[in-house]
């Protein structure tokens, strides 16, 4: 058996919560594609047994939802509600919110707000531009930090080491412009860090392009937001007015942010 010491907490860690975990960020990286229990047992490299018996515990929680006839598997309604929870707990969020509706007017285009989290971007909250609904990510959504220009702008505020610790060895494509090789995202992250702001054409989703900044609100974790809109739309002029605009909100924010820790500490 491993030594406690041999995690960073110095507890030895439960095996079983360990796996109850596992299964439930597979079934939500699986998103609406339901999973077998032989899925979830190549995955994990765990026996039948224990996976049926943890998730049976999961479907009667709620946790996670099945088929009548208990072959596949998905996320269920109490995730959602603690996701929920989350975002109404985050003091931040009530900052944050009305100006990415009054970011989104003023640039016509869809705003979010996201947090880093590991090698992936979470999506926190949004404001859908009339008529382009379909360019927003959903909250909740977790993307790898690498192919967004939200998570470019996260990862570009790191210092060296932290950013090594962040990545995946392998990173992920989501269209034939994602950035796959870690030299070129390098590269990429240094441009970001020169011109203040980070800039992706389709290679998130294809015909969206998107702009985004870092924004320093303290100690929740590494934050940034963006704007996106359809690639047409985005012309070299209107990319600088976008940063612009995007640096000015997340000034406010800071700004806000950094007078409400003052009142409060």
Not at 123 to 139: D, I, N, S
Not at 159 to 188: F, M
Not at 248 to 263: K, R
Request: with cysteine; proline share 5%.
């Amino acid at each position: 058996m491993a030594d406690p010491a041999d995690h960073p907490s110095g507890v030895r860690e439960v095996k079983s919560a360990a796996r109850t975990i596992d299964i439930l960020e597979v079934l939500a990286a699986r998103g609406n594609a339901p999973v077998t229990i032989r899925e979830l047992c190549s995955v994990l490299v765990a026996p039948r047994s224990s996976i049926y018996a943890l998730l049976r515990t999961l479907v009667d929680a709620g946790w996670v939802r099945t088929d009548p006839s208990r072959t596949t598997y998905s996320i269920g309604i109490r995730a959602l509600l603690a996701g929920t929870t989350y975002l109404d707990a985050d003091p931040l969020l009530k900052v944050i919110r009305p100006q990415l509706g009054l970011l989104g007017k003023k640039v016509g285009g869809t705003v979010n707000f996201g947090r880093l989290d590991g090698g992936h971007i979470v999506y926190l909250a949004t404001w859908e531009a009339p008529g382009q609904e379909r360019t927003a990510a959903r909250v909740g959504r977790r993307l790898p930090a690498h192919a967004t220009a939200l998570g470019q702008a996260a990862l570009a505020s790191l210092d060296p080491a932290a950013l090594r610790s962040q990545l995946p060895a392998e990173l992920t494509s989501l269209t034939g412009k994602t950035i796959t090789s870690q030299a070129a995202l390098v590269r990429e992250l240094a441009a970001v860090r020169r011109r203040g702001y980070a800039v992706e054409r389709e290679q998130n989703t294809v015909g969206i392009a998107c702009v985004a900044v870092s924004v320093d609100c303290g100690p929740e974790g590494v934050d940034a937001l963006s704007v996106s809109l359809p690639l047409s739309k985005l012309r070299s002029a209107r990319e600088r007015d976008i940063a612009a605009a995007l640096r000015e909100t997340a000034a406010v924010t800071e700004e806000i942010v950094g007078g409400l820790a003052g009142l409060l500490g």
